[in-house]
């Protein structure tokens, strides 16, 4: 059956983003959509969140609103997602890795240990916020030697480096893991189901 008897709105929903995992999210859900990153300096829009005393959720509710404010300017008229996904572990946030070195040191850092994702979404049209959410999905990962480390960065190629801490739980990361409570669009990076209900509230998804 076509996505399109889903999605009611005149135009598909703009994603501030590339991101294939919420991309293929949406996609999955039958919403039409059009991908364009946001433009924005994402650490320092962070680092000003932290300093007005955001939370770690209010952290990713932040950048979620940057986003897509700044790709609504560029589109107007439509309705933009923004989205956003924070790690911490023992009071330390997470960033995705810049290269396998730190790929290696946050799994280390993570190893053995239960960690926070707390994942954020914001709809904004024409500059105006419409609906916001954060939630939160607690994961531990077990005990990892540094064989297994090494490993798995070996199978997984490149993608760790596209993920906050250094997985995909959709992928080989799921290896890495011995818990995991919440919701499973929470931890993709995509608290969809909150969404789904606001879209059906505004009308672009059937009741």
Not at 133 to 142: E, I, P, Q
Not at 160 to 165: E, I, K, R, T
Not at 166 to 191: M, N, S, V
């Amino acid at each position: 059956m076509s996505g399109a008897l889903l999605w009611t709105a005149d135009e598909p929903l703009v994603l501030a983003s590339r991101s294939a995992a919420r991309i293929a999210i949406l996609s999955a859900a039958g919403i039409p959509l059009e991908a364009l990153a946001a433009d924005i300096d994402e650490r320092a829009a962070e680092q000003l969140a932290r300093d007005q005393g955001a939370d770690p959720a209010g952290v990713a509710l932040s950048l979620a609103r940057a986003k897509a404010a700044a790709v609504s300017g560029l589109r107007p008229g439509r309705l933009v997602l923004g989205a956003d996904q924070t790690l911490a572990c023992d009071g330390a946030a997470f960033h995705k890795p810049a290269d396998r070195a730190e790929a290696e040191e946050q799994l280390r850092m993570l190893s053995g240990k239960r960690h926070a994702l707390r994942s954020a979404a914001a709809v904004v049209k024409d500059g105006k916020v419409l609906f916001e959410t954060a939630s939160t999905a607690w994961l531990t990962v077990r005990a990892l030697s540094e064989g297994m480390i090494a490993r798995y960065l070996d199978a997984a190629g490149d993608a760790p480096l596209a993920s906050v801490g250094a997985y995909q739980l959709e992928g080989l990361g799921i290896h890495l893991f011995e818990a995991i409570e919440g919701d499973h669009f929470t931890i993709l990076g995509l608290p969809l189901m909150p969404l789904l209900a606001f879209f059906r509230q505004l009308g672009v998804v059937p009741q």
